[in-house]
């Protein structure tokens, strides 16, 4: 090196090296040099360096030409092989491929539901800015955190923190009438907006949330009282192919409003809303201050913030500002701060509106992540097994010189392609089965965000990881053989390879009886929670809300008396909730404590209709001018909670929340005690009941009918509510039905159970049938041997099957305590459960054992069978 | 046997050109002279290699330079077969040549 000073650039010089390496002389990257250095002289170390690179670069690009050339030659070889292994073991191909294919197109069906419940409210533009107002504080040492907060501080905030771009409070309503005047055919259009899904919001609505507008101008639509804007279903039942736009509909026979816009209803939100008045409306009707309520808690409200905004700055703000008006109306101070919308969905915070659960979604993925594994251990036991059949093309190979860095690679590819092959079958069988899919979790799910680009590039990823991992055990163990032995054509396998073998099957087993036991457990809690005696009757019961109208209020008792003069219905009551849908709670302060309970407001029939024991003293009697209001009937719990010796006629004193509530009295006595009942569903425990009399606060009807003749029932009904609520439609529910769906989420565990158990033991037994047909292959001439020198055909069954069954003996020992931890864990959820007893456990066991002693027993039969003379002779 | 390529032809004739001071940097040098255009080492070597490889071609090593800080040169040298791949293409050149009227050169 003459100037040493004039130096190539270090990087380019070791690039070069390792692309010709002559051996280690060298003299390629000092021939560069030497022209580099001339280079140098003549025009300089900059331009010399970049003539360097130049050269290296363009070596590479030469380089890396040659090298795919030749990789791809090899990839064609290796494809070859792969291809006729597969064709030649067409049974254990079909095992690996449709295993795989099977557990992939399960991770599809996850991937693709837990993507639509992470795409919640994501159509929102402003999503990351828009917060929800939680009201917070402590009771009885727990912490509560509740949505619904007074209607004043929406307005408080708007008004007095600058950080506030927009704000939007909602007033849920349920049952609302609509009703549409049609001038056209003189016809009248009525449609009851059932559940939550009517909402008095405020102007700024459709500023905060993003809507798809089909008419109207998203950010005047709400300015005026009297106005409403509709989904596109809702108008379209309301109004049919005409232009909604500026027609007006009558709200429950009273008043007038406007149709100021129509939305789409968004696919997936955690609101569920179908129709948006303006909040004005109520300002317009009841006075300025209507929508000002220090007092209720009882208005969600929703804020925007700016872009850059601080929120615990912010969250501060609110917090002083809500304290100064809590102080300044004398209330006891809590906590205010915001709950971000992005995370509101699948959190566990309670909101009205619709709910996801993040349990759920970790079920899933770990039950995605147990399949995928099943059916990778399917891969690397049939591969290890059978490696025999491949130990002469690895001897042959090694032979020639082929390094084992090579054959690595070239197993390694096989499990890729067979993952990318089952891949391949999981699209299609995912596109035949969405449909099945869907209707069984009734989602909406679409094949569109199946196969966008990025969802498949992430699949194939997937597939080639996985391909990978299960790989490579079989990679480095068939890449390890020694050619001479292979050649020689003894494999004889260590016993590494079988305990390892042996410990996965194990492990593949032991996760399938654990899905077993949670889907039995689950259905028979589920069960269990549908024969349970809930304490009242629910058969044979039709309930109807009740519209919110002056004229049918007034009319209860000719209404009752019209409805039972059919000779079908046996009792009639109309009250405030019914059992399984409680409405209102209140609490009493009892010794200094306040007790909560729950408070029914219902007529004389109403322990008639729903089957409640009277245990002691009387029920409701509205024929005594006593018993209005203030005379209350209580369940079980409430003398043992309230701490009361001979509870009926006791008076307790109890302060009430003014007019706005069911219950506005000072004091109240007990005139009777009923046998507990559920009227919640038994995740909750019993808590005190009231039940007193107060006619303004009904909401529902309730017909108890003879059970001969529901057609019938149902249209008399109909008929006599036409006369007495023109203008509103009827809906009525079944009771039993109702009380059922108070488990649909519990049902949708046990069908991801059910079908995750069905599918881990369809692979595992797979795998399993791959093995002992291997097994009982290697071992004919063994079977032959023992029955030619007189073993019967049970003996021969026995040693073929004892092996496995030890297997699933042991998976349930592991199975059994994690399923026992896990599955008390869910129970928990019940106030009302049944035991985890033994014979759940057992019955598992004995379904697995049986399962799998059919798939072992199959095979081994047909090696048993066999004739010696034909086994004895081959080869 | 196959026929060379240009590259290869060329490569070969400024080795026998060179003698026994052919190694890639005068290969490099006589190339771009002759041809008029920059030749790049990475096809250079890779061309070098294959030639080898396909048995035209040998290569040696000197002994250590002090003027390279104690590393050889490469010399590379022709085969007979090398030899005979050049005489054939050149025979099949002139045949070629031969066989066509004059050219007007243009």
């Known amino acids: 090196m003459k100037n040493r000073s004039i130096q190539p650039p270090g990087m380019a010089e070791r690039l070069f090296r390792r692309m010709f390496p002559d051996d280690g002389f060298e003299t390629t990257v000092c021939d560069l040099e030497e022209s580099f250095q001339e280079v140098a002289r003549e025009r300089g170390l900059f331009w010399g360096k970049f003539w360097y690179w130049v050269q290296v670069l363009s070596a590479l690009f030469l380089y890396t030409g040659l090298e795919i050339r030749g990789g791809l030659s090899m990839f064609k070889h290796n494809l070859k092989i792969t291809l006729r292994n597969l064709r030649r073991n067409k049974g254990f191909s079909f095992i690996n491929i449709f295993g ?43 912490h509560w955190r509740q949505q619904h907060i007074i209607s004043a501080a929406g307005l408080e905030l708007s008004e007095n923190i600058p950080e506030i771009v927009k704000y939007t409070r909602f007033s ?79 709200l429950n026979n009273n008043y007038e409003l406007t149709v100021t816009g129509v939305v789409k209803k968004p696919a997936n939100s955690h609101l569920d809303l179908n129709v948006f008045a ?163 979790f009734t989602l909406d799910l679409s094949l569109k965000s199946l196969f966008e680009p990025i969802m498949l590039l992430c699949l194939v990823a997937g597939a080639c990881i996985i391909g990978i991992l299960a790989g490579l055990y079989p990679a480095v163990y068939l890449s390890a053989f020694q050619p001479v032995t292979v050649i020689r054509g003894d494999v004889t396998q260590g016993r590494k390879g079988t305990f390892f073998r042996k410990a996965l099957i194990v492990f593949q087993f032991a996760v399938s009886i654990i899905l077993i036991i949670g889907t039995l457990t689950i259905a028979s809690q589920i069960r269990f929670a549908r024969n349970k005696d809930l304490g009242f009757s629910a058969k044979n019961v039709i309930i109807f809300p009740q519209p919110q109208s002056g004229s049918f209020r007034r009319n209860l008792n000719s209404i009752k008396a019209e409805l039972l003069r059919h000779p079908d219905i046996l009792k009639v009551s109309f009250s405030q909730g019914y059992p399984g849908r409680p409405w209102n709670n209140e609490s009493i302060k009892i010794d200094e404590e306040y007790i909560s309970f729950t408070h029914y407001s219902v007529d004389s029939d109403f322990d008639d209709v729903y089957g409640l024991q009277l245990l002691e003293g009387r029920f409701l009697d509205l024929n005594r001018q006593s018993d209005h209001l203030r005379a209350v009937v209580i369940n079980e719990t409430a003398v043992r909670e ?73 249209s ?67 079977i032959g041997i023992r029955k030619v020198l007189g073993a019967s055909l049970s ?69 048993a069978t066999a004739d010696p003379v034909k086994s004895l002779r081959y080869e | 046997m196959k026929l060379l390529s240009r590259t290869e032809e060329f490569i070969l004739l400024s080795v026998l050109f060179l003698k026994d001071q052919a190694y890639s940097v005068l290969i490099r040098k006589r ?53 005979k791949a050049l005489e054939e293409i050149k ?15 243009g």
């Not at chain 1, 008095?200 to 950010?219: Q, S």
């Not at chain 1, 808690?297 to 905004?309: K, W």
């Not at chain 1, 010796?645 to 009430?656: A, M, N």
């Not at chain 1, 488990?743 to 795998?767: P, T």
């Open chain 1, 100 to 142: 795989l294919a099977v557990s992939f197109a399960v991770v599809i069906f996850i991937v693709l539901f837990i993507r639509n419940e992470l795409s919640f409210d994501r159509g929102n533009e402003h999503l990351d800015r828009i917060y929800t107002v939680m009201m917070s504080g402590e009771w009885k040492q727990e």
């Open chain 1, 172 to 250: 849920l309503q349920s049952n609302q009438a609509l009703q549409y005047h049609d001038t056209g055919t003189g016809q009248d259009r009525n449609i009851m907006i059932k559940g939550m899904t009517f909402a008095w919001v405020d102007p700024g609505m459709f500023e905060v949330f993003t809507y798809d507008f089909k008419a109207g101008n998203p950010e005047v639509v709400l300015d005026e009282p009297y106005s409403i804007v509709l989904t596109e279903e809702v108008a379209g039942n309301l109004f049919g192919n005409e232009d909604p736009i500026g027609k007006v509909v009558t």
């Open chain 1, 278 to 440: 303006s909040i004005l409306t109520i300002r317009s009707i009841r006075g300025p201050d209507a929508d000002r309520n220090y007092e209720y808690n009882s208005y969600p409200t929703y804020v925007l913030l700016p872009d850059e905004h601080d929120l615990e700055a912010v969250n501060e703000k609110i917090d002083i500002h809500m304290a100064a008006v809590f102080k300044r109306v004398g209330r006891p101070v809590v906590k205010f701060s915001l709950f971000p919308v992005s995370g509101i969905y699948l959190s566990d915070i309670r909101y009205q509106g619709n709910h996801g659960s993040k349990t759920l979604l970790w079920i899933l993925f770990t039950i995605a992540v147990f399949i995928v594994v099943i059916a990778g251990i399917n891969f690397i036991n049939l591969s290890t097994a059978r490696a025999s059949t491949r130990a002469r093309e690895i001897g042959i190979k090694k032979v020639i010189g082929v390094m084992r860095k090579k054959l690595t690679r070239q197993f390694l590819g096989e499990s890729m392609f067979v993952a990318l092959a089952a891949l391949g079958t999981a699209l299609g069988l995912a596109v035949l089965f969405l449909p099945a899919f869907n209707k069984a």
């Open chain 1, 642 to 714: 309230f701490g009361l010796e001979s509870p009926v006629g006791t008076h307790l004193p109890f302060t009430s929340r003014g007019n706005l509530t069911a219950f506005p009295v000072d004091e109240i006595e007990i005139i009777g005690v009923v046998k507990d009942f559920h009227c919640r569903s038994l995740h909750q425990e019993i808590n005190p009941i009231m039940i007193s009399y107060n006619e303004d606060w009904m909401t529902h009807g309730g017909i108890l009918h003879s059970g001969e003749n529901l057609a019938g029932v149902v």
């Open chain 1, 716 to 782: 008399y009904t109909k008929e006599v509510w036409k006369r007495f609520a023109p203008g509103f439609p009827f809906e009525f529910s079944f009771l039993d039905q109702e009380i059922r769906e108070m488990y649909a989420k519990d049902a949708v565990f046990e069908q991801v159970f059910f079908y995750a158990a069905g599918f881990s033991i369809l692979i595992a037994c797979l795998g399993l049938l791959g093995l002992t047909s291997y097994v009982a292959a290697k071992r004919t001439k063994e």
């Open chain 1, 795 to 863: 003996q021969i069954l026995i040693l073929l099957s004892t092996e496995f069954t030890a297997a699933i003996v042991l998976a349930n020992l592991i199975a059994w305590p994690v399923a026992y931890y896990l599955m008390n864990k869910w129970l928990a959820n019940f106030a009302y459960r049944i035991d985890l007893g033994i014979g759940l456990f057992v019955l598992s066991a004995l379904l697995e054992l049986g399962v799998a002693l059919i798939t072992v027993g199959w095979q081994s039969l047909k090696a």
């Open chain 2, 31 to 83: 190339l771009n002279e002759v041809t008029g255009k920059t030749w790049s080492y990475g096809a250079l070597f890779i061309s070098l290699e294959q030639l080898v490889k396909k048995g035209y071609l040998t290569s040696s090593l000197t002994a250590p330079l002090p003027e390279r800080g104690g590393r050889s040169k490469r010399i590379y040298a022709l085969t007979p077969d090398g030899h």
């Open chain 2, 91 to 105: 025979q099949m050149e002139r045949k070629m040549w031969e066989a066509v009227p004059e050219t007007d050169g």
